[in-house]
Every structure is written in C-alpha cells, then in structure tokens.
C-alpha cells in the first residue's frame, strides 16, 4: 500500500498550499505523488496555476531535480464517486446515471452527509491501494487536501460509523477497508497551523480528538513563520539609554531633513517614536509567537515551518516550499 499523508489546519492557515508543496516534496526520485481535493473549491488549481481540475487524474507539476517525478491531482465530486460506487458494488451501470438524470444521486448526497464523506475518503482510500497491471501500487503517496481541523476527526471517521450501522453486506465491507487504511502505519494526518492563538488552540484540540479517535496524527506544519529581527531586550535599549545615539546614527545616514549638526539630529529625533513603536510591537509578536511554538513543542511531534513569502505563493514560490520541507527531513 503506499502512503497516505492527510492535510487538515484551520481557514486561513495555508493547508491547501501545504499539502501542494508536501506533494511536490514527496514527488522525488522518480515517484509518483497523487494530490486530492475533497472540498469542492478548485484551490490545487489556483496553487499551481492551471486548469480547473476533473473528475479524472492529470498530470500537473513535476518536482525539481534531474529525476524529479510527477504530481497527479484530483478533484473528487461526490456524485460521480456515488456512480462509481453503484457501479462497483451493484453493477448498475446505465440505472446509475438514470438516477443522476432523476436528481436522485444529488438528493442523497445532499441530505446525507455523512455519505458525501464515506465516498470522498472511500475514493482517495481506493487511490492509495491500487496497483497497475504488473502488481505494484500506481502511486507511492497520496497527498489529501483535507477539510479543517475542526471537524476533520468526523470526517476520516466517518466510515467506522458506517460500518457499525451496515452490519454486513458491500457497505459495511467497502466502509471497514476504508477505515483499516485511514488507522493504518500508513497514514499520517498532518495539521498546519500559524504561531496565532485561535490556529494553535485549534490543533492541540484537533490532535487530542484524532488520538482518541484511534486515528494515525503525523506533524504539524507552522506554516507563515517570520524572523526574529529584535528582541525584547534590544527594544528596551532602544528605548531607555540610546535614543539620542540613534538619532545621531540616522542624521549620520543622511535622514537629517536636509539640516546639519544639532538641527540635524533633532530632526532625526523626530523618526524615532514611530521606528520604537514598530519595534515594541515587533518584539509583542515574537514573544507571544514563542509562547505558541512552545505550545506546540509540548505535543511531542514532527514539527516542520515554512517561512511566510512576503510576495504571495506563486507556482516559483510553491517550488521553494517544497525544497525547504525536503530539506527538514522526512514528513
């Protein structure tokens, strides 16, 4: 079986761009990475700057590198999965897409959920065990753009629920294959987060849910991490015993408003309020973002961070992503 990596964090923490650059690192040495979406939103489409995606596997990326491999991608729609499904398990065939004709297959999928859901992860499960005609697996990892962290335990679980109300028959046995690859050595759930406090809180409430679920829980990904260009003591410097230093420093740069000697450096002076204002909040920011990472230490897992690209993700900018989670080892 090869490996399923599951991406989940809260909105607005970058897992769809993650789980893009987690593809493309995986994608190395020749092997084949398959990304799946499961929520409908084109985003892998938008990450790499192209086409909206079908409901069919296509070639999107190869990685870097000489050997590089290639990312498949997915977009899985649940009503077509409910036609394959009938088709696998009923063999209804042309009665299928009558149903769908009918608006049945929308209706069921609409009112039930929990259905929507055992057919996503039930297709993205069936990626991860088929093989080719030579008997070896068609992809060695799949990459799944999961929903977010707060109701993804519910999601990956769903089909243990299934299972339980189908006592026996293809329902009960397509939702049990399910869930033996999602609670498999296999799999691993991935959260991404952000050192803010809600994102952080967030997944140390997520963990605590996959790991009473029986659920496999992988890494965490800080995502959007910026450098640390003051301290705190520096600012207190700053602010207590250096002003008039720093005010001749800048009238030195030339920041002297065109004046020169003592006129020059009391208008340098008056720069300095708003520069120490930046640097008090700068220095607010990194302390509170250590008391979150320290947070996220106390879980005892992989942690891996990616650093905020102040120009946006482009599809260069994703490349690098990919190149700096490589380089902080296997995920």
């Not at 995986?26 to 092997?31: F, I, M, S, V």
């Not at 602010?239 to 230093?245: E, K, L, P, T, W």
Request: aromatic share 4%; glycine share 12%.
């Amino acid at each position: 079986m090869s490996r399923l990596h599951v991406v989940s964090g809260k909105g607005g923490t970058g897992k769809t761009t993650v789980a893009a650059a987690l593809a493309l690192a995986l994608a190395t040495e020749g092997r084949r990475t398959l990304l799946v979406e499961v929520e409908g939103r084109q985003g892998i489409a938008q990450v790499f700057e192209t086409e909206a995606l079908p409901y069919e596997e296509r070639k999107i990326a190869v990685a870097p590198g000489p050997d590089g491999g290639g990312v498949y991608a997915l977009a899985i729609d649940a009503e077509r999965a409910l036609l394959d499904y009938l088709q696998m398990f009923y063999k209804l065939g042309g009665a299928g897409r009558a149903l769908k004709k009918l608006g049945a297959i929308d209706f069921a999928t609409t009112i039930a959920p929990g259905l929507r859901d055992v057919l996503l992860t039930g297709k993205a499960c069936e990626a991860v065990r088929r093989k080719d005609k030579r008997g070896r697996f068609v992809y060695d990892a799949v990459v799944m753009d999961a929903p977010p962290t707060g109701r993804i335990t519910r999601f990956l679980n769903v089909n243990d629920e299934v299972a339980g109300l189908a006592k026996i028959g293809p329902i009960h046995n397509q939702a049990q294959a399910v869930m033996r690859v999602l609670k498999s050595p296999e799999t691993a759930v991935h959260l991404v987060t952000l050192l803010e406090e809600m994102p952080v809180q967030e997944t140390v409430d997520g963990i605590a849910e996959l790991r009473a679920a029986g659920l496999p829980v992988g890494g965490i990904v800080i995502n959007m991490t910026r450098p640390e260009v003051l301290d705190t003591g520096e600012v207190d410097i700053a602010a207590n015993g250096a002003r008039r230093g720093i005010a001749e420093a800048l009238a030195e740069a030339g920041l002297h408003g065109g004046r020169r000697g003592a006129a020059g450096v009391k208008w340098a002076d008056g720069l300095i309020a708003p520069l120490l204002e930046e640097a008090r909040e700068h220095a607010q920011r990194v302390d509170l973002e250590r008391a979150e990472h320290a947070e996220l230490a106390g879980l005892d897992l992989p942690t891996y961070e990616l650093e905020l690209l102040p120009e946006g993700v482009d599809l260069a900018g994703l490349y690098r992503l990919a190149r700096d989670l490589r380089k902080q080892g296997p995920i």
